[in-house]
């Protein structure tokens, strides 16, 4: 506090306590000379029993000029008042000492030659032990003191000093106000020496100016050692200073505040005002209390050749919060200044607006920053800048801002963390660690290090025990006045950000004043994160950043990125969480969250890899992951591995996916980076994406997913973009697309999701390869109209070959729409499909869209190219419900071919196996081939092999190890079975079926077709053990011209022909065309119709000669040779316009006895069994007569029947003439007769082995049991 200054006279008044006391001049008013003291060596002592100075009074003591110390004490009970001048002869340093108190009042002043100290404490105590007390005078004198002269203080002060006076010192002295408060609102100089204040209490006030700058030219101050010290065992306390500023001068020399000095924790130091400044003008400054209150510290400098101070703070029990720390150094000409080091070093927590280090100068190097807190840090509004060279410190030391927190969270609010770098070799790294707790940035928060020149960014690295959270985007940085009273306009730093890019420019001008300005511009909602940038025009790589925490979360825009603007490669991002790692939304400014390495437009240099290890990850609404080029450089890698569980979710409010990306983009020149994810389980949901993509000139990166368990894509985005996997080379990209690799237990793509590779522009697609251990679903078609699935295709535009796709796994199934497809659009040949499945493969179903399930190759209208392969390998092949295999060309190149191979099943039921040149295509159709253990094709399931356009029809190649069945026809009226056929509008050739089964079936109008309208229809062969057509066809059809034969059927049967119900086997022709040939080869086994059934082998033509049929059998049975078809059994070679062909049956000879047995000679008593008669009555009885094969009937109907041989029907061996068509009697011969008749077969049975047999009537038959009376005409008409 001040006390007032109220006295005219000058109360000076010895106390006659020392053996020669003190002798003040007589009659002296306000001027007074003291003389006398007692004189002990070189050490002059007073003592006054009062001692003040009026209003422009002086005190002189004149002393010889050899006393080099001279101690004074008042005695008494008052105040000292000085309010004049103390002067003292020659180099004597001044002691003065009033335990009740010392005020200087305004006017107060020295003339002294040594240093000047005042204390309140109530004596002076020397190193021997004695002691010059003020409260005890009456104690041992001082006066044999021999040894060298050392002073300590007292006991603790009692009374109050405070100084409003201009209190000057010689050059190099010491001034010294020790007291219990002491308070200063005047100026304390010592010029190149040190000041000290000493008290329980601090106060510095007002005008309070502590100066210990040289007064004298070219002074080597370092020998000088300038000093202030400030020290209170309680509080130091700063307030209501004029023009809000405190002042210290010193040249370069220490500043020392130590509040709290006795260490019993308590006592800070505390600026009342948080916007006054502490101004030491490039002095070094310390600051230590139990805790620190303090507002601006400015240690920084202007001009050439000057270095900013060094700021020191330390809490030892409590918290440090200050509103800014600067020791920046700016120079534009000259030799460059260099920034202060920065150190904040609290027991509690640390918070702080703005921290400055920086040079704003050519070449000058910035401070180093070091923020240690046992609590939390707190950095709000403004932030922590170092801009200029790295610290001119020990190499070993590299980090030029280091910030700790023990057990607390680290904030950064809406303020910068910011190095950037201007010098030539290597930049200083910035390391954030939370050891025990968090670290937190949000509203626009930043973590930045940048380079402006030819020199490596510095490392980023960030560690927090718990949790990493990075929120949200900030407004403004720094405002136009930085702080509420220090308006700073000489020097001007202007960072211009750019949102887009994340990155920060510096501008530097200077106008010639004393105060300065920073500010921030063009803030454009910048986003918070963590940034390392290579600025424009700047050259130079960027070293790594690391993140290390147990959790990460990212979102509203918060960004952890690496970039160039420049010459030079970018930092590589390494995440590592024990825990989760969360990247959630965007901006309101659009910008995604994420983790980003960026090689910008216009930049050279390769991006930077994003490594990222976390037990689980989650990105979602518009969140991304993405290694991207603009410029000339390769894009990074992005490296994921979470232990446990990956999600992709949904689009962000601008429409941008959730995504893991790498990208080369449009004006970019590089290849993209690989993108590989490990993880034990993954799902992409909403609109989520994984991709690797090259629109510019290079080639896209790979994308490998390897999962331990699941991998799940699912839906389409409010965006309308399909959730999936995506490698592609866009449109006027020129590169490579890069492969799709996943590997995992079971794969589902579901609801419009879809993997593909794909090229839009120059270059050739990727592959999609699939391996699942068990199971992979594809299911559904999304809002959007896209079938789930895995697809390779070129493009509209694109140009270059497709990669196909390839799957491996145990089971497979693609249903609802959903398709696995390889397709040109553009120019260049669709890749493979390629399926592998140890167990079952299911295409099921039509879309909402209604599109087909199933597995597709495309050559689309106006494409150039040859179409993919579908090669399909499983234990099982099910096709059920409108689902296809489809290979075929709509445009300029041969559709690929179909193979499936099944060990046990393919089963096709109301689907389609295609391969078809469409209308308007140029190019031959892909040949189907399946080879499988059992066939079953049913319900209006078809394999076709067709031309609509300008080229030949597929050869179809069945190969069933068992059995083959094709039956039944689809809700549409479609047939069931297998289709060659040359369309109306088709040029080309029709294509062959050839089919091998050991036993095939043909059944309810399924059918095998080769067909032609204009041209020559290909040929049909089939090789089986048996064949069975019931109500179906074999059909050959063509209507070439005269010259070209039409289709040919070959049938190869080893046991068994039979016909049924209307089948027939036909090689028909049309118009001028030939009609084709038919050869039947059956030489160990049989052909066999029913005569009635209509059944027919037809070899017919219009007006071009009849087919040839050529049938080779042990046996032909039901079956007749006619010139015409009729509704019998006929086989047929006619023409109805021109030659009829040939008909050819060659029978093998046999022994028409063989296999015969002996007719009984006992029969029975017919009587009852036959009617020898028509009964009058037969009308209503309308009896049968049956003739039963070997064995007979059972004796009575109750009675099972046991025979051994199978019952066939009877045939004719030979049509009767219509006028032959009598009663016929059958002679019996005895058996005992001596010649054995020749004895036409009336039947035929199969054995346990099952051999046929053609046998006579049993002589064992069982007697028949009575029938009713048979009606003669009934009988008659069956005969």
């Not at 409010?653 to 983009?665: L, N, R, T």
């Amino acid at each position: 506090m001040t006390y007032p200054i109220d006295i005219t006279f000058a109360q000076i008044i010895p106390d006659q306590t020392l053996p020669q006391p003190s002798v003040i001049e007589t009659g002296c008013n306000s001027n007074c000379q003291i003389t006398g003291g007692t004189l002990i060596r070189d050490n002059l002592f007073h003592s006054f029993k009062e001692f003040s100075i009026p209003t422009g009074g002086v005190a002189y003591f004149n002393n010889n000029a050899t006393i080099q110390n001279i101690f004074t004490r008042v005695t008494g009970k008052s105040i000292s008042h000085i309010d004049g001048q103390i002067r003292a002869n020659g180099s004597a340093n001044l002691y003065f000492l009033n335990p009740h108190g010392i005020v200087f009042g305004a006017n107060a002043s020295l003339k002294i030659g040594g240093s000047f100290i005042a204390s309140t404490r109530d004596s002076w105590q020397f190193t021997d032990g004695s002691e010059y007390s003020a409260t005890n005078p009456k104690s041992p004198p001082l006066l044999q003191v021999n040894v060298p002269m050392g002073v300590q203080w007292g006991a603790d002060s009692l009374g109050e000093i405070s100084n409003a006076g201009n209190l000057t010192v010689s050059p190099g002295q010491r001034l010294t106000l020790l007291g219990n408060t002491v308070t200063n609102t005047g100026s304390l100089v010592a010029p190149g020496g040190t000041i000290e204040i000493i008290g329980t209490n601090i106060n510095l006030l007002k005008n309070s100016r502590i100066d210990v700058a040289s007064m004298e030219k070219n002074q080597e101050l370092s020998s000088r050692n300038p000093h202030i010290n400030l020290q209170a065992s309680n509080d130091i306390t700063i307030k209501d200073l004029t023009d809000n500023q405190l002042n210290f001068i010193t040249n370069g020399g220490q500043i020392d505040f130590t509040a709290d000095a006795d260490g019993n924790g308590i006592g800070g130091v505390v600026m009342t005002n948080l916007g006054d400044t502490i101004n030491t003008h490039g002095s070094d400054i310390a600051i230590s209390g139990a805790s620190l209150q303090l507002g601006n510290i400015y240690a920084g400098v202007e001009g050439q050749n000057r270095h900013g101070g060094a700021i020191a703070l330390h809490a030892t029990n409590g918290d440090i919060i200050t509103t800014s720390l600067d020791t920046s150094a700016f120079s534009l000409f000259g030799e460059p200044g260099n920034g202060g080091n920065i150190s904040v070093l609290s027991t509690g927590k640390i918070e702080t607006l703005f921290v400055d280090t920086s040079s704003y100068s050519a070449s000058g190097y910035a401070g180093v920053i070091a923020l240690h807190a046992e609590g939390d840090i707190n950095i709000s509004k403004y932030g922590i800048f170092a801009y200029g060279n790295s610290p001119n410190i020990n190499q070993a030391i590299n980090n030029n801002i280091n910030i700790i927190s023990n057990t607390g969270l680290i904030t950064l609010d809406n303020a910068y963390i910011s190095n950037i770098y201007t010098g030539l070799t290597k930049g200083s790294d910035i390391n954030l660690t939370a050891t025990s707790g968090s670290i937190l940035i949000k509203n626009g928060g930043r973590i930045q290090t940048t380079t402006i020149s030819k020199g490596d960014v510095g490392a980023v690295n960030v560690y927090a025990k718990k949790q990493i959270a990075i929120d949200g985007v900030g407004e403004n940085i720094l405002t136009n006045e930085l702080f509420t009273s220090q308006k700073i306009n000489s020097k001007k730093l202007d960072f211009l950000e750019q949102a887009n890019s994340n990155i920060v420019y510096s501008d530097i001008s200077r106008n010639r004043t004393t105060r300065h300005e920073k500010k921030l511009v063009n803030t454009n909602f910048l986003p918070s994160g963590i940034f390392s940038n290579i600025a424009a025009l700047a050259e130079g790589n960027a070293r790594d950043m690391h993140i290390t925490a147990e959790s990460l979360s990212l979102s509203q825009g918060g960004q952890i990125l690496a970039s160039t603007f420049a010459k030079g490669n970018t930092a590589n991002i390494h995440i590592h969480t024990d825990n989760h790692i969360s990247l959630d939304g965007t901006a309101k400014n659009n910008l995604s969250s994420g983790v980003f390495t960026t090689v910008q437009a216009g930049a050279k240099g390769n991006g930077g890899d994003i490594n990222i290890t976390t037990t689980s990850l989650s990105v979602t609404n518009g969140a991304q992951v993405n290694a991207t080029t603009f410029g000339k450089g390769l894009a990074g890698d992005v490296l994921i591995h979470a232990k446990n569980q990956i999600t992709l979710d949904g689009v962000g409010m601008s429409g941008k996916p959730s995504a893991v990306f790498s990208i080369v983009e449009t004006d970019g020149r590089g290849d993209g980076g690989t993108v590989n994810i490990q993880t034990g389980s993954l799902s992409a949901s909403n609109g989520a994406q994984i991709a690797a993509a090259t629109r510019g000139k290079g080639d896209a990166g790979k994308v490998i997913i390897h999962a331990q368990e699941h991998i799940s894509f699912d839906g389409i985005g409010n965006n309308q973009f399909s959730t999936g996997v995506f490698s592609s080379v866009e449109e006027n990209g020129e590169g490579q697309g890069g492969d799709i690799e996943i590997n995992s237990r079971t794969l589902s793509v579901s609801n419009g999701a879809f993997l593909t590779a794909s090229t839009l522009g120059k270059g050739d697609a990727g592959k999609v390869i699939i391996h699942a251990q068990e199971h992979i679903s594809f299911d559904g078609v999304g809002t959007n109209g896209f079938g789930s699935g895995a697809y390779s295709n070129i493009e509209p535009g694109g140009n270059g070959k497709a990669g196909g796709v390839n799957i491996t796994t145990q089971s497979l199934s693609a249903t609802n729409g959903a398709q696995i497809a390889a397709a040109t659009r553009g120019k260049g040949d669709a890749g493979k499909v390629i399926i592998h499945a140890q167990g079952d493969v299911s295409f099921d179903g039509l879309g909402t869209n209604g599109v087909a399930s199933g597995a597709f190759s495309s050559v689309e209208p106006g494409a150039e190219g040859q179409g993919g392969d579908i090669n399909i390998v499983a234990r099982s092949l099910f096709m059920n419900n409108g689902s296809q295999l489809n290979a075929s060309t709509s445009g300029k190149g041969d559709a690929g071919s179909i193979t499936v191979k099944t060990k046990n099943l393919f089963s096709a039921e109301d689907s389609r196996i295609f391969s078809v040149v469409q209308p308007g295509a140029e190019g031959r159709g892909g040949g189907i081939k399946i080879t499988t253990g059992d066939l079953s094709v049913s319900r209006g399931a078809q394999i076709a092999a067709a031309t609509r356009g300008q080229g030949d029809a597929g050869t179809i190649v069945i190969r069933a190890d068992n059995r083959a069945a094709f039956d039944g026809i689809d809700d549409k009226g479609l047939f069931s079975g297998v289709f060659s056929t040359v369309e109306s509008a088709g040029e080309g050739l029709g294509g062959s079926i050839d089919i091998t089964a050991g036993s095939l079936s043909f059944s309810n109008t399924a059918t095998v077709s080769v067909s032609a309208v204009r041209n020559q229809a290909g040929n049909i062969k089939i090789t089986a053990d048996k064949l069975f057509l019931n109500k179906s066809k074999l059909l050959a059809v063509t209507g070439a011209n005269e010259t070209t034969e039409s289709g040919e059927i070959s049938l190869f049967v080893k046991d068994l022909l039979l016909m049924r119900n209307n089948s027939g086997i036909s090689a028909q022709a049309f118009n001028s065309a030939k009609g084709g040939n038919i050869n039947i080869d059956a030489n160990s086994g049989f052909v066999v119709a029913l005569p009635l059934e209509n059944s027919d082998i037809i070899a017919n033509a219009s007006k071009g000669n009849g087919g040839n049929i050529n049938i080779t059998t042990q046996g032909i049975f039901g079956l007749a040779a006619r010139p015409q078809n009729t509704y019998k059994s006929d086989i047929t070679a006619s023409s109805e316009f021109g030659l009829n062909g040939e008909i050819t049956i060659n029978t093998l000879n046999i022994d028409p006895a063989k296999g015969l047995i002996n007719l009984p000679v006992n029969f029975l008593d017919n009587k009852n069994q036959v009617s020898p008669s028509c009964g009058t009555n037969s009308g209503n009885q309308q009896n049968r007569f049956i003739v039963t094969g070997r064995g007979g009937v059972p004796s009575n109907p109750n009675e099972l029947f046991t025979g051994a041989n199978s019952l066939v029907d009877l045939v004719d061996l030979v049509d009767l003439l219509p006028a032959q068509k009598n009663h016929q009697t059958v002679n019996m011969t005895s058996a005992s007769s001596p010649t054995i008749p020749m004895i036409q077969a009336q039947g035929w049975a199969v054995d346990a082995q099952g051999r046929v047999y053609l046998v006579a009537h049993t002589p064992s038959a069982n007697p028949t049991v009575p029938q009713p009376q048979s009606a003669c005409s009934s009988f008659l008409e069956n005969q």
